[in-house]
């Protein structure tokens, strides 16, 4: 099955800098990566997602870039705000079947 | 509104007993999950299911089960708790494009 790894596991910004989150994925054959956001104690929810005939999706202050030769896809973040702390997960699968996430990353942003 | 509930929220049972985690979902969607979330680990699948009578192994699915006898419901069993399964556990649904929605998620601690 699908494989993601994720990095970095932490990352801390001041407020207004950028955050960059990276992940691998295993099965050439994905299509679909979405990103979560989970704050704490809530449940993980969509942010963001992009399918694999795109490289590239934006929406407002967040993107998501996707390398299908070299299997990676990254989450930005620009103009960081206190709000955007929280753990981002990544994830991979080949049609919404058997979706795999990474371990995570847990983003504080600094006022 | 359409949602996802999961019950019960919080539990405490001791090793070696029958536990069972409800999910329902109010969407009619037809593909639901079952995700455990360990820190480190991220969100790991455990079953998944298609549509009514499709149960489907996850990649950590030692020691749990799942039945789907209709589109609503998705109840997650471990047969015979173990400390190791002391876990938040997460279920969600979808379409077939996509998102998954989650459940607020049921924190399980085996003794």
């Known amino acids: 099955g699908e494989n993601v790894e994720q990095h970095p596991s932490t990352l801390s910004v001041q407020e207004g800098d950028s955050a960059v989150i990276k992940c691998t994925y295993s099965d050439s054959a994905s299509n679909y990566f979405p990103w979560y956001k989970q704050e704490l104690g809530k449940r993980p929810q969509l942010i963001i997602d992009i399918r694999s005939n795109v490289g590239e999706k934006k929406d407002q202050r967040i993107a998501v870039t996707l390398n299908k030769t070299a299997k990676h896809f990254s989450l930005h973040i620009t103009e960081t705000q206190p709000e955007d702390s929280a753990v981002y997960f990544c994830?991979?699968?080949?049609?919404?079947?058997?979706?795999?996430f990474g371990a995570g990353t847990r983003l504080t942003v600094k006022p | 509104d359409a949602e996802i509930t999961q019950s019960p929220r919080h539990k405490i049972t001791e090793t070696g007993r029958q536990v069972t985690l409800a999910c329902h979902q109010t969407?009619?969607?037809?593909?639901m999950f079952w995700y455990r979330q360990d820190l480190g680990h991220g969100l790991r699948l455990i079953h998944y299911?298609?549509?009514?009578?499709?149960?489907n192994k996850g990649e950590v699915s030692d020691g749990y089960s799942v039945s789907r006898s209709n589109t609503e419901d998705l109840p997650l069993t471990l047969e015979s708790a173990a400390s190791s399964q002391t876990s938040v556990y997460f279920c969600?649904?979808?379409?077939?494009?996509?998102?998954?929605?989650f459940g607020e998620g049921s924190r399980l601690t085996v003794l």
């Open positions: 969407w009619n969607h037809n593909n």
């Open positions: 969600a649904s979808s379409y077939s494009t996509g998102e998954l929605f």
């Open positions: 994830a991979a699968t080949l049609n919404n079947n058997d979706m795999r």
């Open positions: 299911s298609y549509g009514v009578h499709d149960t």
